[in-house]
């Protein structure tokens, strides 16, 4: 039986990959979200290669500041290792995630999807996926409205620490269900959405008339639009850690 070591170069010699950097990035991909630093057995232990290979591996990256060993000994990631996330991230186009998850809440709902991000008092719609109903309510991309009516808005606001009770009761729900708030005539659901470190990226909602999305429907719906919204999250995220809100941790992607 292939020991860990062995697994490592045998997927390295089958990819065409230099066995070098792959045993290097498993070094930096051993820490798990919320650990701050490891012992280098743990690190050898995790990355399946020998003590003396690990610790060749991490004074090497330290060089780049792609890992930084403490006083005590342990080792944890570096700087740069936080500069590549932040490229990345700034490249990261989110509509390409975003699009395709309000397609899915369109058929699962039959009702318009959007994903509306905080822009100082207000809230935008960034993304939009039409429903196949003739009638139904409409937003424009782009468009500005107002962040304390409608159903986006409350769960951007009470996400961002909005104080009060009502704020509470969406912050223990996860979501929250509006009629004729901010237009007599339409109604939503609406959840969060988080990205990097858990941090709150905006909000995905299905909206509609009233006279078609009553609140027995809405709270339907609030299910297909927690799990889209909480899948979302966790493909911007990543795995649950200390700051994954708990409305998102009880639910398991």
Known sequence: MRNAKDKVQAEADSEGGVVAVTRALSLMEAFGVGEASLSLAELSRRAG????????????????????????????????AGWLGARYQAGFDVNNVVEPALHQLVKETGESASFYVREGDIRSCVARVEGPQSVRHNVRIGERLPLDR????????????????????????????????????????????????????????????????????????????????????????????????????????
């Open 150 to 253: 409608g159903a986006p808005g409350r769960v951007i606001l009470a996400f961002s620490g909005a104080a009060g009770a009502p704020y509470e009761t969406i912050r223990e729900r996860g979501f929250h269900i509006s009629l004729g708030e901010r237009e007599p005539e339409v109604a939503s659901v609406a959840a969060p959405v988080f990205g990097l470190n858990w941090r709150l990226l905006g909000s995905m909602c299905i909206s509609g008339p009233s006279s078609r999305l009553t609140r027995t429907k809405l709270e339907k719906h609030a299910k297909a639009v927690i799990r889209a919204a909480n899948q979302l999250s966790y493909a911007l995220a990543g795995s649950r850690s200390p700051a994954t809100p708990a409305a998102v941790s009880r639910w398991h992607p």
């Open 49 to 80: 290669v020998h003590k003396t290979t690990a610790l060749r591996l991490a004074r090497t990256l330290a060089l780049s500041q792609y890992m930084v060993q403490t006083e005590d000994g342990q080792w944890r990631l570096g700087p740069a």
